[in-house]
C-alpha cells in the first residue's frame, strides 16, 4: 500500500511560480510511475506529467510543455512539480498519482490505484 500526500499549493499572480511536492509513506517509488494530475471546477481530471522513477524518463501535457518541471529525489522519496509563469487556466487542485509501471507513463487516471488529497492551485489575472 502506498500513501501520498501533496504539499505546496497556493493563491499565486499570473506570471509567478509554484513548487509541488508529492512525498509516498508505505514503500519506496522505485518501479513506479509517478504523475500530477489537475481538476478544474466542472472539468475533468487531466494528466499534467509523468515521471518514472526508475528511468527517469519524464512526459508532459501539451498545456505544461515549457513551463512546468518534474523531478524526483530519491532521499526523500518525493516527487516534485515546479509551476513557473503560472496562467489563470492553471487553476485546479493538483493530484499526486502512482502505480507500478517500470517501463511507462500512463496519462489515464484509471491506471493510477494510488492518489493523493489534492492540493489546490489558484492564479490570480
Known amino acids: 500500500q502506498v500513501q501520498l500526500v501533496e504539499s505546496g499549493g497556493g493563491l499565486v499572480q499570473a506570471g509567478g511560480s509554484l513548487r509541488l511536492s508529492c512525498a509516498a509513506s508505505g514503500r519506496a517509488f522505485s518501479g513506479y510511475v509517478v504523475a500530477w494530475f489537475r481538476q478544474a471546477p466542472g472539468q475533468e481530471r487531466e494528466f499534467t506529467a509523468g515521471?518514472?522513477?526508475?528511468?527517469?524518463?519524464?512526459y508532459y501535457a501539451d498545456s505544461v510543455k515549457g513551463r512546468f518541471t518534474i523531478s524526483r529525489d530519491n532521499a526523500k522519496n518525493t516527487v516534485n512539480l515546479q509551476l513557473n509563469s503560472l496562467k489563470p487556466e492553471d487553476t485546479a487542485v493538483y493530484y499526486c498519482?502512482?502505480?507500478?509501471?517500470?517501463?511507462?507513463?500512463?496519462?489515464?487516471?484509471?491506471?493510477?490505484?494510488?492518489w493523493g488529497q489534492g492540493t489546490q492551485v489558484t492564479v490570480s489575472s
Open positions: 515521471i518514472n522513477w526508475s528511468s527517469g524518463r519524464t
Open positions: 498519482a502512482a502505480d507500478w509501471a517500470p517501463n511507462i507513463i500512463w496519462t489515464m487516471t484509471r491506471n493510477y490505484d494510488y
